[in-house]
């Protein structure tokens, strides 16, 4: 989408900037109500509108007033922000034609809410979907990165520098790119990132996602390729269109490719190569213009040696390459995730968790994550489900113990930029209390309660800080 922001402080429109881009959105910026009606005069693609109430000159209420009517309206939604909030401006806004009104400084949660929305409205006022695809996966134009902490979100420097590479990627349409890593850790985030990229096109564009492993080796062609009429006994009578028609202009995602069948690694190396192919029963060839990104979780080298996968593939397919370490190797996201995580399922399942207690923390970090990011969302699920507090404890958690004390530390395993677990552990319980500390305005028995700790243990924690 192309979302402009009217906002008279610099250092909030650059941060909105950096959230939108790796939301895969393209964002213009005015620092004035007079300058964004300028830009929309300028830009008439305009899909969002975000603006301040509280601007010099005209204030956002001003300028919402000023729009109605306006031929640049159309075709867009508008939403505030203030740091200033009261009923009055509320209802001032809504009444005026606001889609929604935020409070400030915008919190992630409720930005990719109010996208996710905003993407669904804008997919229904424009919908023209190609009717020749009906059946096939449609494209996907929205899409979840975490909440962003510093320029590229809470994710460890390696993963910043993963992150850096899959932008780089999305420049060149034309290069292959193999994700490996184990399960969970987070491969097709990467590829929607390779996919949308930070340009604007990257949203219009279809993503399609197979699941290799699921693929019936006999329905591996009609699958990727579509078929024809009368192709075989209990097709579809008009034929059928493949996922490389879905994904025509776009990306086609194949996770797990390591399960291909050998016998049909063939076919898809042809694909890549020239570029085009022919439909189950047809005589027809067809023009393919498709980026192919594949993730897996083995070695698909180790697989090339055991005679299990096709070396000219495997060469085609891995001219990018991205490995994505296990979340055990990136220990310093652990608290950032599982607070994002908390915070977004307890909102959806109506409960009250909004922080995590120091006690938790350590076993969240002291927990060897198997199952990776994935795993990790599902144990805080099943903790929301299970209970109901402000603050999550040790006693909300339901993990395995035999995975406790078993981080990378421990086993010897390369951390980013921390000597070992108990120095991870001490950094993350000391985020949560200086965030605690911030929240309540450096109110010690406030950020007391928050961490669901008595002062006495506040002030522990705050003599080791020291």
């Known amino acids: 989408m192309n979302i402009l922001v009217i906002d008279d402080d610099k250092d909030s429109r650059e ?3 950096t959230i939108l881009g790796l939301l895969g959105h393209t964002m213009l910026e005015a620092g004035s109500a007079e300058e964004g009606l300028e830009r929309l005069r300028q830009v008439p693609s305009i899909n969002l509108l975000l603006s301040d109430i509280k601007m010099p000159g005209k204030s956002g209420i001003d300028f919402l007033r000023e729009l109605r009517g306006c031929r640049e309206a159309d075709g867009f939604d508008v939403v505030l922000f203030t740091g200033f909030a009261t ?11 606001a889609y929604d ?70 420049e060149d349409r034309g290069l292959s790119v193999l994700i490996q890593g184990e399960t969970g850790v987070g491969k097709e985030l990467m590829a929607k990132l390779i996919h949308h990229g930070l340009q604007e096109g990257g949203c219009h564009l ?6 290799c492993a699921a693929i019936m080796p006999s329905l591996f062609e009609s699958e990727l390729f579509g078929y024809e009429h009368g192709a075989f006994t209990g097709g579809l009578k ?15 995602f194949l996770d797990e490719v390591a399960e291909i ?61 991205l490995y994505l370490p296990p979340l055990r190797q990136r220990l310093e996201e652990i608290i950032p995730l599982s607070l994002y995580f908390l915070r977004e399922l307890s909102r959806q399942k109506g409960k009250r968790f909004q922080n995590i207690s120091p ?33 999550l404890t040790g006693e909300h958690l339901h993990l395995d113990d035999a995975e406790m ?59 080791k800080v020291k």
């Open 101 to 170: 009104y935020l409070l400030k400084p915008v919190g992630m949660n409720d930005l990719v809410d109010l996208l996710d929305r905003v993407g669904k409205r804008t997919e229904i006022r424009n919908r023209n979907m190609d009717s020749a695809l009906s059946g096939a996966i449609q494209p996907t134009s929205l899409y979840r990165l975490p909440e962003v902490q510093d320029r590229l979100g809470f994710f460890s420097k390696s993963m910043h520098q993963k992150m850096e590479q899959a932008i780089k990627f999305h």
């Open 261 to 321: 069948p050998l016998e049909k690694q063939g076919i898809l190396l042809r694909v890549l190569q020239e570029k085009e192919f022919y439909r189950v029963g047809g005589t027809q060839k067809i023009k393919t213009d498709v980026r192919i990104i594949c993730a897996t979780n083995v070695s698909l080298e180790d697989a090339v040696k055991a005679g299990n996968f096709r070396k000219d593939l495997y060469y085609r397919l891995k001219v990018g390459m």
């Open 15 to 17: 941060s909105m900037s």
């Open 359 to 391: 006690e938790a923390a350590k076993e969240l970090v002291s927990y060897s994550w198997p199952g990776n990011v994935r795993e990790l969302r599902n144990a805080i699920e099943l903790a929301v489900f299970m209970h109901d507090a402000e603050v």
């Open 405 to 463: 004390g078993e981080a990378a530390a421990f086993r010897g395993e390369k951390i980013d930029g921390v000597e070992g677990l108990g120095d991870v552990i001490n950094n993350q319980v000391n985020n949560l209390v200086q965030r605690a500390l911030e929240d309540c305005g450096g109110n010690k028995t406030a950020a007391a309660e928050k961490l669901g700790i008595s002062r006495r243990k506040l002030y522990r924690l705050l003599e």
């Open 238 to 252: 008009r034929g059928q269109l493949g996922k490389f028609d879905a994904a025509r202009g776009g990306t086609l």
């Open 87 to 97: 009923v009055e401006t509320a209802v001032d806004a809504l009444r005026l034609g």
């Open 206 to 211: 279809p993503f399609i996602d197979i699941n």
